[in-house]
Each structure stands twice: as C-alpha cells, then as structure tokens.
C-alpha cells in the first residue's frame, strides 16, 4: 500500500539499505542524459544483433535456418549467464560505472568485427571454410552478447534502480520502454538502405562505433550511487538469488516478474510474425509506413503513461494499461483497412510498452539494495528468456494449426493469421490473478511494516 503524503523524508523501503532521501526524486540532467542515451544505444545495438545479424548470416554466410536458430540460442543462453554473473558481481564491487563503460567500448568493437565477415565470399566457400565461418561467427554473437548484456542487463539495469525511487521510477521506464522502438525506427528508417545495397563492413562499423564512444560518454555520465555491497560471493550471490528459499523471502519481487513474464509471452506471440501478416496475410503495401505512424504514436502514449502511472501509482496503472493492450491485441483482429490498422496496432503497442513499463518499474520497487545486480538475473530468465522460448512457441502452434497460406511465384507457403492476437490477448487472463495474489501478499507483510515505498510527489521532469 502507499504511504500517506506526511511520510517523513526518509524514504521507508521493503529491504535492507540506506534510506533514500526524498530529495532524490529530483533526477538531475545528467541522470537523465545517461539513462536516455545509454539506454537508447543499448537498445539499438540489440537491434542490430537480434534482427540485422541473421540476415547478414543469410545473406553472406549460409541460408540454412538451421545456423540462424542455433545462433540465437547459443546467444541468449550466454546473455542470461553472464547477466546472471555480470549483475551479481556488480553488487560484490558495489559499482557499475566500469562495467557498463568498459562493457559498451567492448560490445561496440565486437560489433563492427562482424563486418569482416563481410570481407570473403564464406556463403560461396568449401565446406570446411563454410564450417569455420559459422562456428567463428556463433562464437563472436556469444562473446558479444556476454558483454552487451553484462553492460546493458546487468550493470545498467541495475544501475538505473539504484538512480531512482518510487516516485520517478514509472516515469523513467516510461522512457527505457519505448527505447526499443526507437531504435527499430532508427535503424530502419537511417540505415536500412546501407544493408539492401550489401555494405555489410560499413553497417557493422558503424553501429559499433555509436556504441563504442557511448561506453567513452558513459565513463563521465554515469555516476555511481553508493551501493552497498555484499560480502558473499559472486556465485553464492547467483544461487542464493534463485533458490526457493529466496523466492518465499521475497514473493512480492517474483510475483511481479511473474506478471511480467506473462506480459513477455503475450507480446512473443505476436511480434515475431507482426511484420509478415502485415505485408502477406494483409497485402499492406506501405507496411514500412504503418509500423512507423504506429511506432511513433504508441512511443508518445508510453511517455505520457509514465507520468500517469507516477501519479496515480503503479498498482492502480497495472490493470488499465494491460486492458488496453488486450484490446488493441482484439482490435487488431479486426483491423484490416490502413487506417484502422494504424489505430489498432498503436493501441495495442502502446498498451504493451505500458504494461511492460508499469511491471518493470514495480520490480525496482520491490528490489533489495544491496541486490539490485543480481535480481536482474532473475528477471533476464523471467522476463525476457522464457517469454523469448514460449511466445513464440504459441504463435508458431496457432499459425500451424489455422493452416493460412500464400502463394508467390506458384509457390504457396504458410502465413500468419488474425487468430495469434485474440491468442494473445488469452494469456493476459493471468496478469489480474497474479495482481491480485502480489496485493495479498503486501497486506499480509504491512503489519511487520513491510510497505510499499513512498512516493513523493515531487519530480524533475528530462
């Protein structure tokens, strides 16, 4: 529950740690500099490596999809540990400036060594040459997404919770929700043409280089907050995080990346596939202009749903915010004019960032000082891996199963169908139920004064 408006300075927290001043509310420039900036190179250089980097494997090294889902597995696997291990040990130093600073110069140099690929004909080569490239390339997606997501998920995450208080929280994940889209836009509507005319090497570099001198500014944006750090091990740290003990000591933090796992599932279902119903189950011809008007409008819904949610609060938000991705999910079940596809998708998307931006910022709330490193471990397996492997499961097994297809140059292949958005619209029936048990569970706690943190209503706005 909220404490009331006369709560005294000290902001009272549900861990361990040392009282927060309300006075933090106030983000400064730099905070928000670093938080917008670091968070939106992030997020474009993950663009790079989840969407671009397969097709470049496509184009250059082999068309087997084989080679791609062994890529993106090996891949996600090594992010969730070192995320895992990179947050854990974040804690143990009681620092993240290094680790994200260093970690940016070394993603974006990983990065652009993807074009030297781009150099040999590897797709062309004798198998044992053809066997070497894709071995050497798997090897470096796994190495680069052990720093990418030991800078990004890990040490900037966490960074980030120890920067805010309840007060500001849905605000700033607010803003990190839409960094995602941003950067699709980004990337999409600046360098794409650079890939359609094959320049692989100065695509790479060139990604790789943004990054790389954001880990430089990072050195001097960042600005540690005087973690307490932890005296145990860094992996006694992992396990601890993740043992069930640990889980029934905090059920309010796990219950709230159990929403945000269903959340996570839901949006899998359909994203994975979005772009091909668009351009052959709907025949959208200016599709690349839809996603854009979309992107845009729900990015600005997002923001303005931050300073909604700071006001009303995160409990209350939760619910609404879900409801309107729901119904954009049914909208767009129906929407097949331009227009009312571009009204349906920007509720739906504009839902979803809510939604996410809502659980994202309860789960800082709900994150132990002296551990806000090694949660992010928890919510990399909860919120992102496991959604990632069950979404798009489901959306697999609904398109099998209504049997839609096209035909192109006499050739028919399988097409997604309407049906994976009322699909996923289904999965959000457990968001209320676990809302409500996560309430249970902080009546139960306030007696032993286990609150919900204060928010203060006073904040800097970016």
Same mark, same amino acid.
């Given at each position: 529950?909220? %404490?009331?408006?006369?709560?005294?300075?000290?902001?009272?927290?549900?861990?361990?740690?040392?009282? /927060?001043?309300?006075?933090?509310?106030?983000?400064?420039? /730099?905070?928000?500099?670093?938080?917008?900036?670091?968070?939106?190179?992030?997020?474009?250089?993950?663009? +790079?490596?989840?969407?671009?980097?397969?097709?470049?494997?496509?184009?250059?090294?082999?068309?087997?999809?084989?080679?791609?889902?062994?890529?993106?597995?090996?891949?996600?696997?090594?992010?969730?540990?070192?995320?895992?291990?990179?947050?854990?040990?974040?804690?143990?130093?009681? /620092?993240?400036?290094?680790? +994200?600073?260093?970690?940016?110069?070394?993603?974006?140099?990983?990065?652009?060594?993807?074009?030297?690929?781009?150099?040999?004909?590897?797709?062309?080569?004798?198998?044992?040459?053809?066997?070497?490239? +894709?071995? %050497?390339?798997?090897?470096?997606?796994?190495?680069?997404?052990?720093f990418g997501s030991g800078a990004n998920d890990a040490a900037f995450s966490a960074w980030v919770t120890d920067s805010t208080v309840p007060a500001n929280r849905g605000r700033v994940d607010g803003?990190?929700?839409?960094?995602?889209? $941003?950067?699709?836009? $980004?990337?999409?509507?600046?360098?794409?043409?650079?890939?359609?005319?094959?320049?692989?090497? %100065?695509?790479? %570099? $060139?990604?790789?280089?943004?990054?790389?001198?954001?880990?430089?500014?990072?050195?001097?944006?960042?600005?540690?907050?005087?973690?307490?750090?932890?005296?145990?091990?860094?992996?006694r740290s992992i396990f601890d995080g993740l043992r069930p003990a640990t889980i029934r000591r905090e059920p309010a933090l796990f219950i709230t990346l159990s929403i945000w796992m269903v959340v996570g599932i839901a949006s899998q279902v359909f994203l994975p596939y979005v772009l091909i119903y668009l351009r052959y189950s709907l025949r959208l011809e200016a599709y690349a202009i839809a996603l854009g008007v979309v992107l845009i409008l729900a990015s600005v819904l997002s923001v303005l749903g931050g300073r909604v949610m700071d006001r009303v609060g995160k409990a209350r938000f939760l619910l609404p915010a879900v409801g309107v991705f729901a119904a954009g999910l049914i909208a767009m079940a129906f929407a097949r004019e331009f227009g009312w596809v571009i009204a349906a998708a920007t509720l739906m998307m504009a839902g979803m960032m809510a939604s996410v931006a809502t659980v994202s910022a309860m789960t800082r709330d709900h994150t132990p000082a002296d551990r806000a490193g090694g949660v992010q471990g928890a919510r990399m397996i909860m919120a992102i891996m496991l959604p990632m492997v069950i979404g798009p499961a489901i959306g697999a097994a609904v398109i099998s199963g209504a049997a839609h297809t096209y035909v192109e140059l006499g050739q028919e292949s399988p097409v997604p169908g309407a049906e994976i958005f009322p699909v996923a619209a289904a999965v959000l029936v457990f968001v209320p139920l676990l809302a409500l048990a996560r309430a249970r569970v902080l009546r139960r706690d306030e007696p032993a004064g286990r609150t919900e943190p204060a928010e203060p209503a006073t904040e800097a706005r970016p």
């Open positions: 529950m909220t %404490a009331p408006a006369s709560t005294p300075s000290p902001i009272p927290t549900r861990t361990p740690g040392p009282p /927060r001043p309300e006075a933090r509310a106030a983000l400064g420039p /730099r905070t928000w500099t670093a938080v917008i900036v670091v968070g939106l190179v992030g997020q474009i250089a993950w663009v +790079i490596e989840n969407m671009y980097l397969n097709l470049f494997v496509y184009d250059t090294i082999s068309t087997d999809p084989a080679v791609i889902a062994i890529m993106v597995a090996a891949s996600a696997i090594a992010a969730t540990v070192a995320t895992l291990v990179v947050g854990a040990w974040s804690d143990r130093l009681g /620092r993240r400036r290094e680790i +994200i600073a260093v970690g940016y110069v070394v993603w974006g140099l990983l990065t652009a060594a993807f074009g030297l690929f781009g150099s040999s004909d590897a797709a062309g080569s004798a198998a044992p040459a053809l066997l070497g490239s +894709i071995i %050497a390339i798997i090897a470096l997606d796994c190495v680069m997404s052990v803003w990190l929700a839409i960094m995602p889209l $941003l950067g699709m836009l $980004l990337v999409f509507g600046l360098l794409d043409p650079m890939t359609q005319n094959g320049q692989w090497t %100065a695509f790479f %570099a $060139l990604i790789g280089g943004i990054t790389a001198l954001t880990g430089v500014a990072a050195w001097f944006l960042v600005q540690d907050r005087g973690v307490p750090t932890r005296t145990s091990g860094v992996f």
